[in-house]
Each structure stands twice: as structure tokens, then as C-alpha cells.
């Protein structure tokens, strides 16, 4: 009996590991852009350090995840009247299963936001993609089909862009921009919808919308689910929606855009706005508009433009921009800027990672430049050059990197 549950404890254990090393949604387990996974590469080539390589049929900027030794794209063809969501062994890089949802009627896009943009999100036993106005779609492991969602026909001038989240049997999603716009909850097991939230405001000609992707945070003791909006960010109670609290002043001389997800870390939070607009760096807690009270700082003149999130690391936010090429290190309390350098030859559209004690940021060149954190000056560790284009995040689990570009997507490790 002592022997069983032995067994048993170390089984649970090994499970445990297995599960923290997964990178089973958008920026990582938590949303936030950090893993505990050790031992991961940090330096290799087009031609060196890759274990496999998986080439996809078109390009695309939806980024990879990892779970219970899968690892699961999207990625369009036939100009996106193929959608398809590919299953793949991590570790020798084997097709397992393709799905593909077909789609014949027309759907803005914009040639730099092309379809399937969206990275999948799973829970060990079920993936759910989001295919736009194709619908929101759950499948087994083994490729099985169980519930499909029909939320409505998304359009917008720039496409769409938010990935669907996991919690506590539940998947949320921000589903916009255009001219309905709402946050929205389904039942994991069933995908009916539990509950919708709108936004006003929404209009698919204009520079408005939101392509943030929610995070899940613990605030006053609580799970809230914390998502930028345009012009504003909202917490919600993920049991009924309804919007907790707001803080405004995200409008910027581009218009209301929002294309980051919210960067949380302990009771403090900072959301940055797109297309030049504004950062605000807040503290967590309270119901209601929050924008008078808890509002630490606000960046004054335009900004350069922000697409990929950046990552808090011990209290120092690190973004790596997407028009000027330059990543900036911002105190997290006071808004100071300790630095604004050039980060290599190419602007950033993939959101920024740490893990293993490091900080990754890939470029539209393809070129990951892997720096240490350090706020009192840029810190390059290695730049690491594939010679493919991506705007994609790459993913960290079991200690390889999992990079997409818009030819292949590849693993980098032993």
C-alpha cells in the first residue's frame, strides 16, 4: 500500500512539473508573459540549435502554446477560406491532426494582420481557436470536434486579433474590434455562452478598438478578469461580467486603440495604449471609476507605437516598441523612463517574455534578441538571427523555445 501511494505521489508530482512547464495560452501560463521553465537556449540560428521544424502554408501572427506535449498553431490558406488549427508532437515535431473550418464569405483583414491571427488556448485535455467570424472552436486532443460557437461576424479595417483565455472551466474572450464589440464568456465543457458584456462605442471604419487579450488577477481577494478597452481598462467579475471598475484617459492623438494586454504585478498594473497613445501605470483594488484615485502616473506626448506586450520584472516594466525599433525600461511605481536604447534592426510586433532569468523579444526580422534585466542600461546578452519574418510571440516549454515565423514554425533546443 506504502508502494501505491508512493507511486502515486510521484506521479502527481511528475504531472505537476509537466503542467507549470506547459505554455498552454497567449504570454504563457498566467498571461503575463513569464514561466518558471529552466534551462531554455539562448543563442541559436537558422541553422543551428533546432530540433525541428514544421513548415506552414501561409504566413500568419498567431503564436504557438504547448500542452501535455502538444503544440497547436493556426494558421490560414486559400486566403482564408481554410482555417486551420495544427496539432503537433513537441517533441520530434510529427503532425497529429489538422482541423480546418472553411469559410467562403468575405472578412476584413489588413495585409500586415492576415487570418488565424490569434493564438490557441488549452487546459491539458481541450484547445479552443478563435477563427473570426468562422466562430470560436473546442476540440479533444485527438482532433475530436466538441461544441462550436457562432458569436456574430467580426470587421474591422485592421482584422481582429484577441486569443481566447481559460479559467475555471470557462474560456473568455475579447471579441472585436468593429462595430460589436464585447467581452464574453462560454462554458469550457458545453461552449454555451454564459454571459456578454458590450462595449460601446465600436465602429469598424474608424481608429477605435481593442485587440487586448484579458489576463486572469487576484485583486482585493478576488479572481477578476482585467482587460483594456479603447480609451479605458475594465475589471470584471469572470461569474456574471459585470464591469467592477474602470480607469479611463487611454485616448491617444491616433484614436481610441488598444492592442496590448494589461501587465499586472501584485496590486500594481500598467495598460499602454496603441498607435501613440498614452501608458497609465495604476494601483489594483476599489469598484467603480477608478481614474482619479488610483492612477499613479500618465505619459505625456505621443508615444512610440505599442503592439506586443512588455513584462514586469522585480517592480521594472520592459517593452520593446514596434515602430522605432527601441525597447524602454519604465519604473512600475513612478512612470520614470530608466532607458530607451535601439534594440537591434527591426520593429517588434511580438510581445516580450521572461523566463529562466532572461528577457526575449523577437523582431518582424525574425532576429530574438535575448537581454538581461537590468534598469539601469540595455543588457544583450545574444541576438539570435532566422532570416524569416514573424510578428509573432514565441512560446517556452520543457526547456526549448517554439518560434513561428511566417514560413515554419520551430523548435530550438536539444
Not at 458584456?197 to 471604419?205: I, L, V
Not at 496590486?267 to 494601483?283: Q, S, T
Not at 530607451?340 to 517574455?353: I, P, Y
Request: aromatic share 10%; glycine share 14%; hydrophobic share 35%.
Amino acid at each position: 500500500m506504502q508502494r501505491v501511494l508512493l507511486t502515486a505521489a510521484v506521479w502527481c508530482l511528475v504531472a505537476g512539473i509537466s503542467m507549470a512547464a506547459d505554455w498552454d495560452g497567449f504570454r504563457g501560463p498566467q498571461g503575463t508573459g513569464i514561466s518558471d521553465v529552466k534551462n531554455v537556449p539562448v543563442e541559436w540560428g537558422a541553422d543551428k540549435n533546432i530540433a525541428w521544424k514544421f513548415e506552414l502554408p501561409d504566413v500568419g501572427n498567431g503564436s504557438p502554446i504547448v500542452s501535455d506535449g502538444r503544440v497547436f498553431v493556426a494558421c490560414a490558406e486559400d486566403g482564408g477560406r481554410k482555417r486551420n488549427l495544427y496539432a503537433l508532437g513537441s517533441a520530434n515535431g510529427d503532425l497529429l491532426w489538422v482541423k480546418t473550418v472553411r469559410y467562403e464569405l468575405p472578412e476584413r483583414i489588413h495585409k500586415t494582420n492576415p487570418h488565424c491571427p490569434t493564438t490557441p488556448a488549452a487546459d491539458g485535455q481541450r484547445v479552443v481557436v478563435w477563427h473570426g467570424s468562422a466562430g470560436l472552436y473546442c476540440y479533444d486532443f485527438e482532433g475530436n470536434e466538441l461544441w462550436k460557437a457562432d458569436l456574430g461576424k467580426s470587421g474591422h479595417m485592421w482584422g481582429y486579433g484577441s486569443s481566447p483565455v481559460i479559467h475555471d472551466g470557462r474560456v473568455f474572450l475579447n471579441f472585436g474590434p468593429g462595430r460589436w464589440s464585447f467581452l464574453v464568456a462560454l462554458d469550457l465543457e458545453s461552449g454555451d455562452v454564459l454571459w456578454q458584456t458590450d462595449e460601446p462605442g465600436g465602429n469598424d471604419d474608424k481608429y477605435i478598438g481593442s485587440w487586448s487579450t484579458p489576463v486572469i488577477a487576484q485583486i482585493d481577494g478576488k479572481t477578476q478578469l482585467v482587460c483594456s478597452m479603447p480609451a479605458r481598462v475594465n475589471g470584471y467579475d469572470p461569474a456574471t461580467g459585470e464591469i467592477l471598475w474602470t480607469i479611463g484617459g487611454l485616448s491617444g492623438p491616433g484614436g481610441d486603440l488598444m492592442y496590448t494586454s494589461p501587465l499586472i504585478a501584485g496590486d500594481r498594473a500598467v495598460v499602454m495604449a496603441g498607435f501613440r497613445g498614452p501608458a497609465i501605470g495604476f494601483k489594483l483594488g476599489g469598484t467603480g471609476d477608478l481614474t482619479e484615485s488610483n492612477v499613479l502616473w500618465k505619459t505625456e506626448g505621443p508615444q512610440p507605437q505599442r503592439i506586443g506586450s512588455g513584462v514586469i520584472v522585480d517592480g521594472k516594466l520592459y517593452m520593446a516598441n514596434a515602430d522605432s525599433g527601441t525597447a524602454q525600461c519604465f519604473d512600475v511605481e513612478t512612470g520614470e523612463v530608466l532607458w530607451r536604447e535601439r534594440l537591434g534592426d527591426g520593429a517588434h510586433w511580438g510581445s516580450t517574455v521572461y523566463v529562466d532569468g532572461r528577457i526575449y523579444a523577437t523582431n518582424q526580422r525574425g532576429t530574438t534578441i535575448v537581454l538581461r534585466p537590468n534598469p539601469e542600461k540595455l543588457d544583450v546578452i545574444a541576438e539570435n538571427e532566422m532570416r524569416e519574418s514573424t510578428n509573432a510571440t514565441p512560446a517556452f516549454a520543457d526547456g526549448r523555445v517554439y518560434l513561428r515565423t511566417d514560413k515554419a514554425l520551430y523548435t530550438i533546443g536539444d
